[in-house]
């Protein structure tokens, strides 16, 4: 082929890594045949060469380019003859194409035309017989070059029952060994092919040896590609993923072998053994499936789970062979993963027809629980499956039900306490003791000293922690009705961090959700006193304990929530003012004073009439900046506490200080006497409003009296009695009634600023 030249611009790489532009200058290629590559030179254009631009290298992509331009026409590549002394020769060619995608075409062509690979593996048995190592060799290269043509056509040749162990036998002698590696042995007496049902179809038994042998030459016999040759056997990829659907297609549609190997898995009389060659060939089985297409792979466990695969698994996971269990394990994370609905369906419907004892659930849970593994390799698995079924995200909703409703109900009534039990009973109350004093630093708390248990309890922590999250509802009524925070944080005193840090993440992830409920639950529990404990017993320690704690406090401190706020300053801040390398503890106590402050003014703003309307106290109760502080809280949940007040109190210690405040306010009550409120004999305070609701629901003075007493037991410490206050509360209120207690609201101070018949007054709503 002539000569070409091609005009080219000329850069050359200078000492600092840049490019210099130096003119223009012409390329000339040409293909010298069996050589490895080619040479490039570079002239200048001006006479003679020009050192500095002159490059001799291996320039792959312009033989491509070069060999492109060659007609489709051209003559296929002319193959020496087949026989020993043209071995070396045969090798250089079959490496020289692989550089270039059209010669390995043209190759690939000719050997499939002429039959050379069984000529090949004729002298392949000639060398061995006569220990010709050169040859074989030689033979090595060949095959390999060979499989890297990435040809399926050539393929099928090579790994055919009569070629593929000559194939191996060459690939066995690796020119970098010392001695040849021995597959053919491994292949034929070492490894085993074991039928746990005998497979009658013959061609399902060849596709099978062929699919493990083709498996064996990719991942043991070929060295790991480079990355130039990582493409080179995307054919061999394809030709095993291809098998393997063949042979997932033809067990599945043979429905009685599949039946047969059902009826022994769950047979009690099948030994130990065949249950394990049973459960293996499942998890291969599914381990196969994953080469399927959506459409067949969802056809296909549709089959299993018509058979029974599910009660299978119960069935083999509560087995106490630990090879058994674990591929058990592997045949569920297929299923999960692929249709944890379908899983979910199944324990529910088994719920209505078994104890909780047995139920795939518990029996997962158990086996969580149970692994022997010091590293809970088994469980970290079991979890994330766990997780998986208990993820709202992939739960489905239909116009007829709800599966996030059905599935997280049954879950908390039949499964929750086998998972927290491990929980419970580490930190049973037996184990405690309740006398623990902020800022002590000796550990009050017997806690789990086993590596084992502290990562049992921690993975335990992360499926809370991750309920928490995602079940609102659910989780709440759990928490409260096992007080589970308050037994979660008795592992702050664990000597293993990561523990303590685990019931720490829990802690944080429900006063991340800035819920009233829980706050008020942790506020009552005083549970803030072991964290407040572990960072002051970490000292001066500057580590993950002691910044995740810090962490929190300033999430508290960033969002502004004032009942968690109040609670740490009034409780806590004596033993946390030390801390002055964050600004934190400090910054709480600013928010706090800041609210008071705010409440001071808003109350003193209030005009005195509505500041009349107001429930009122004595001296003995709390202070009323305190006091508005905690019931504007309150009021924002919907929701409002009446303060504590000492049960004796008798509302015949109110009308004085009511008669002292209304002397001072004289010129107001000159200028709305009309909506003053008057005394009754009783010792109330009677309104008059315009509207007729207010009329309505106007009392008497023997109202004020039934007001008094609901409300005097507020100093109860029970929610109950706070909640049956604030009913009595509230309906005095609607009337025309005054009661006991301040009962601010941002909402009706602006609406209460002028009680006139142009307003209808918030009380008589």
Request: glycine share 4%; charged share 30%; proline share 4%.
């Amino acid at each position: 082929m002539s000569d070409t030249r091609r005009r080219v611009k000329v850069y050359t790489l200078n000492e600092d890594r840049q490019w210099d532009d130096r003119g223009t200058g012409h390329v000339s290629s040409t293909y010298v045949e069996r050589l490895k590559g080619m040479s490039l030179l570079v002239r200048a254009e001006a006479d003679g060469k020009d050192p500095s631009v002159e490059v001799t290298q291996d320039l792959i992509e312009s033989e491509e380019e070069h060999v492109e331009e060659m007609p489709e026409t051209s003559p296929l590549i002319d193959l020496p003859t087949c026989e020993l002394n043209k071995l070396e020769e045969i090798a250089d060619l079959v490496t020289s194409v692989l550089s270039s995608p059209i010669r390995r075409e043209k190759l690939a062509l000719a050997l499939e035309n002429e039959g050379y690979i069984k000529k090949l593996l004729q002298l392949f048995q000639v060398c061995e017989n006569l220990e010709n190592t050169e040859g074989l060799h030689h033979l090595y290269e060949i095959i390999r070059g060979i499989l890297f043509l990435n040809k399926a056509t050539l393929f099928e040749v090579m790994f055919s029952d009569e070629c593929i162990m000559d194939v191996v036998g060459c690939l066995e002698y690796d020119p970098s060994l010392a001695q040849p590696k021995r597959h053919r042995e491994f292949l034929t007496k070492t490894a085993k092919f074991k039928e746990v049902i005998p497979i009658t179809d013959s061609e399902l038994r060849q596709k099978i040896h062929q699919t493990y042998r083709v498996q064996y030459i990719q991942d043991i016999i070929l060295p790991t590609p480079s990355v130039f040759e990582e493409n080179f056997l995307s054919t061999l990829t394809s030709f095993i993923f291809f098998n393997k659907v063949e042979i997932v297609s033809m067990l599945q549609e043979d429905e009685k072998f599949l039946s047969e190997v059902f009826a022994q898995l769950t047979d009690e009389a099948t030994d130990d053994d065949k249950r394990c060659e049973l459960v293996n060939f499942f998890k291969e089985f599914c381990a196969f499936s994953q080469t399927l297409q959506p459409q067949n792979r969802d056809a296909f466990f549709k089959t299993l789970a018509k058979l029974g695969i599910l009660p299978a698994l119960e069935i083999v996971m509560g087995m106490d062979d630990l090879q058994v269990r674990s591929a058990a394990t592997d045949i569920f994370s297929y299923l999960v993963e692929f249709s944890p609905s379908m899983v979910r369906e199944f324990v529910m419907q088994e719920a209505q027809q078994s104890d909780d004892d047995i139920l795939l659930i518990n029996v997962v849970i158990e086996q969580m629980i149970c692994d022997t593994d010091p590293e809970l390799g088994g469980a970290v698995q079991l979890m994330g499956l766990l997780r998986t079924l208990i993820d709202p995200e992939n739960m489905l909703a239909t116009a007829n039900k709800t599966e996030k409703s059905e599935f997280l109900n049954f879950f908390y009534n039949h499964c929750m306490h086998v998972l927290t039990a491990p929980l419970l009973a580490n930190t049973a109350e037996d184990k405690c003791e309740k006398d623990a004093v902020v800022g002590s630093t000796k550990s009050n708390t017997i806690c789990p000293d086993n590596y084992q248990t502290a990562q049992l309890l921690a993975l335990i922590l992360e499926l809370l922690t991750f309920c928490v999250e995602h079940h609102t509802y659910h989780i709440k009524n759990y928490i409260m009705n096992k007080d589970l925070l308050r037994r979660v944080l008795v592992l702050m005193n664990s000597k293993h961090t990561f523990l303590a840090l685990c019931a720490l993440r829990f802690m944080r992830r429900i006063i991340g959700l800035k819920d009233e409920f829980y706050n008020r639950y942790i506020t009552k529990g005083n549970l803030f006193e072991p964290v407040i404990n572990a960072l002051l017993d970490n000292g001066t320690r500057y580590n993950l304990l002691n910044s995740a704690v810090i962490e929190l406090f300033e999430f508290i401190r960033v969002e502004d929530i004032k009942s968690l706020i109040a609670h740490i300053v009034e409780n806590f801040y004596n033993a946390l003012e030390s801390i002055e390398y964050v600004q934190t503890f400090k910054g709480l106590k600013t928010k706090y004073e800041q609210e008071k402050d705010r409440q001071t003014q808003k109350l003193s703003s209030v005009p005195s009439i509505l500041r009349s309307n107001r429930f009122r106290r004595d001296a003995r109760a709390l202070e009323e900046d305190e006091e508005m502080w905690f019931n504007e809280d309150e009021e924002e949940e919907g929701e409002a506490v009446v303060p504590p007040v000492e049960k004796s109190k008798q509302e015949d210690d109110f009308p004085d200080s009511y008669e002292k405040f209304m002397e001072t306010k004289k010129a107001k009550e000159s200028e709305d006497k009309e909506n003053l409120p008057k005394r009754t004999s009783a010792g109330g305070f009677k309104f008059t409003f315009s509207h007729s609701a207010g009329a309505a629901n106007g009392a008497n003075g023997a109202n004020g009296k039934s007001v008094a007493a609901q409300t005097s037991p507020a100093g109860s410490n029970g929610s109950s009695s706070k909640t049956a206050t604030l009913s009595g509360a509230v309906t005095a209120t609607k009337g025309s009634l005054v009661g006991l207690v301040d009962y601010p609201d941002d909402e009706d101070d602006d609406e209460e600023e002028e009680t006139s018949p142009r307003k209808r007054p918030r009380l008589g709503s």
